[in-house]
């Protein structure tokens, strides 16, 4: 196990703010408000408000237990669980396997990082007239990847190698209330807009017999598991930089309320945007009569919108992409801290270093997304987001479910008695948690 000199937060306030910061990302602001959009509305969000809490937020505790008991990486902490040296050699594997999902994901979301950091330079180069800039910043090619994501990758190893305190959680504290207020004012402006209500209709007033779709339970389980960024070790690691006094069913509780919050205000901004842009002749279906979800929407719909308001409309662009560059990055920083923590705790390198190798790694395989872009994307989003998140989250579950002991557990809630937590939790995860995942992966294979 670690050292007593490990990192910590500074607090219960900092941990939820990096915490959050890692579970709201492009997944919220995108992924959300694209799925509802695509799912029919507001029967999505009922669904999906529903697995967070049955699935996705039991499986959060079970990260969080695992990291503030072990007080270790992925690897190391699965790695020294049970008492059996098999059970122990297939928690290092599976511990590995964590990490390398991790940090393939982060390499396909440095590359969408970089879209929004481009993106949001659009404006400013619109505003002077720079059109051939204007116009190179919003097409995609490789070299426009390569260089954003690498400037995104940069960013996040830049607040990584501060370390825990210093970097991590300075940062969230500096980024997540300014998104808020972003999202909040953009909100406002959307809510003013003809047309708006339309979309507010479809997301408040679900249309029931949506809700038997056995799709929107597939899909509504990824985008659960995505958004709180589970399955890869990431919640793992910070919860192990939790003080050991701050209680933790309440703690995650805050923070998988905060991202559920954070995608329902998104949802709030954009649907109804989608509506206003249909209202100013914007076409917002396809030719299959869905409405345009996706990078449509994002890259064709909203900008659309946006550039039909003049030069405010500019503004609301950039605003609107800063936005989901800061959330993009208040979670990368949290999937780089899973390859880095290991090389750091196992391999007993210096942060600095850990950091530039694993960053160099991880930009290496954004490069080649970004060149084999139609090969690889869509292949590396599907096997690291619906395989492997589900299937570690099935793990983690068992781990903490049967390999914890019960006097373990009471220790690491923290100080307060949570009786009901006690008895529910334990029982839950054992069985029930990762049945209903397995039952809804299997479901979705067949599909
Ligand atoms: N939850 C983040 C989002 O919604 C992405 C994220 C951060 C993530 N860390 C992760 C996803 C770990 C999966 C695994 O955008």
Same mark, same amino acid.
């Given at each position: 196990m670690a050292s007593a000199s490990r990192p910590q937060f500074s607090g219960r306030l900092g941990f939820v703010m990096a915490a959050a910061g890692s579970a709201v990302g492009l997944g919220n602001i995108w992924g959300f408000p694209t799925q509802t959009a695509g799912n029919g509305g507001g029967a999505f969000v009922v669904v999906y408000c529903v697995l967070v809490f049955l699935l996705a937020y039991p499986a959060l505790m079970a990260e969080l237990i695992i990291g503030r008991y072990r007080r270790a990486n992925?690897?190391?902490?699965?790695?020294?669980?049970?008492?059996?040296?098999?059970?122990?050699?297939?928690?290092?594997?599976?511990?590995?396997?964590? +990490?390398?999902?991790?940090?393939?994901? !982060?390499?396909?979301?440095?590359?969408?990082?970089?879209?929004? !950091?481009?993106?949001?330079?659009?404006?400013a180069f619109a505003l002077i007239r720079a059109d051939s800039g204007a116009t190179w910043l919003t097409t995609q090619t490789p070299w426009r990847d390569i260089i954003f994501s690498g400037l995104f990758a940069g960013l996040t190893a830049a607040i990584v190698s501060a370390g825990v305190k210093q970097g991590i959680e300075r940062?969230?504290?500096?980024?997540?209330?300014?998104?808020?207020?972003?999202?909040?004012? *953009?909100?406002?402006?959307?809510?003013?807009?003809?047309?708006?209500?339309?979309?507010?209709?479809?997301?408040?007033?679900?249309?029931?017999?949506?809700?038997?779709?056995?799709?929107?339970?597939?899909?509504?389980?990824?985008?659960?598991?995505?958004?709180?960024?589970?399955? +890869?070790?990431?919640?793992?690691?910070?919860?192990?930089?939790?003080? @050991?006094?701050?209680?933790?069913?309440?703690?995650?509780?805050?923070?998988?309320?905060?991202?559920?919050?954070?995608?329902?205000?998104?949802?709030? *901004?954009?649907? @109804?945007a989608i509506f206003a842009a249909q209202h100013l002749g914007i076409v917002i279906y396809g030719e299959d009569g869905t409405l345009h979800?996706?990078?449509?929407?994002?890259?064709?719909?909203?900008?659309?919108?946006?550039?039909? /308001?003049?030069?405010?409309?500019?503004?609301?662009?950039?605003?609107?992409?800063?936005?989901?560059?800061?959330?993009?990055?208040?979670?990368?920083?949290?999937?780089?801290?899973?390859?880095?923590?290991?090389?750091?705790?196992?391999?007993? !390198?210096?942060?600095?270093?850990?950091?530039?190798?694993?960053?160099?790694?991880?930009?290496?395989?954004? /490069?080649? /997304?970004?060149?084999?872009?139609?090969?690889?994307?869509?292949? +590396?989003?599907?096997?690291?987001?619906?395989?492997?998140?589900?299937?570690?989250?099935?793990?983690?579950?068992?781990?903490?479910?049967?390999?914890l002991h019960r006097e373990h557990l009471l220790k690491v809630l923290g100080k307060k008695e949570y009786r009901l937590f006690n008895t529910i939790w334990p029982v839950y995860v054992r069985f029930v948690c990762p049945l209903l995942i397995a039952l809804i992966f299997v479901h979705s294979l067949r599909g």
């Open positions: 992925i690897v190391t902490a699965l790695g020294g669980m049970g008492s059996h040296a098999l059970v122990r050699r297939f928690g290092k594997g599976v511990g590995l396997y964590g +990490v390398l999902t991790a940090s393939l994901i !982060l390499a396909f979301y440095s590359l969408v990082g970089g879209w929004m !950091l481009a993106h949001t330079l659009q404006p940062w969230a504290r500096r980024l997540m209330p300014l998104l808020i207020t972003l999202m909040l004012l *953009l909100a406002l402006y959307v809510w003013s807009l003809e047309g708006a209500e339309t979309g507010l209709k479809m997301l408040l007033l679900p249309d029931p017999s949506g809700l038997t779709n056995p799709s929107l339970l597939i899909s509504a389980m990824g985008q659960a598991f995505f958004s709180l960024s589970l399955g +890869v070790g990431t919640m793992l690691i910070y919860g192990s930089y939790l003080s @050991p006094d701050d209680s933790l069913p309440a703690t995650g509780a805050i923070v998988a309320g905060v991202d559920t919050g954070i995608a329902l205000l998104a949802g709030l *901004l954009i649907i @109804p979800s996706g990078p449509k929407l994002i890259f064709n719909t909203l900008p659309a919108l946006f550039s039909s /308001i003049g030069n405010t409309g500019l503004a609301l662009a950039a605003i609107f992409f800063a936005l989901l560059s800061i959330a993009a990055l208040t979670s990368s920083i949290s999937m780089l801290e899973v390859p880095v923590a290991y090389l750091e705790e196992s391999l007993s !390198l210096s942060r600095k270093r850990a950091v530039a190798i694993a960053g160099s790694v991880i930009f290496s395989a954004s /490069i080649l /997304i970004a060149l084999y872009f139609d090969q690889l994307f869509g292949f +590396v989003v599907t096997f690291t987001t619906q395989y492997n998140q589900a299937i570690l989250g099935i793990v983690l579950c068992l781990f903490s479910g049967w390999l």
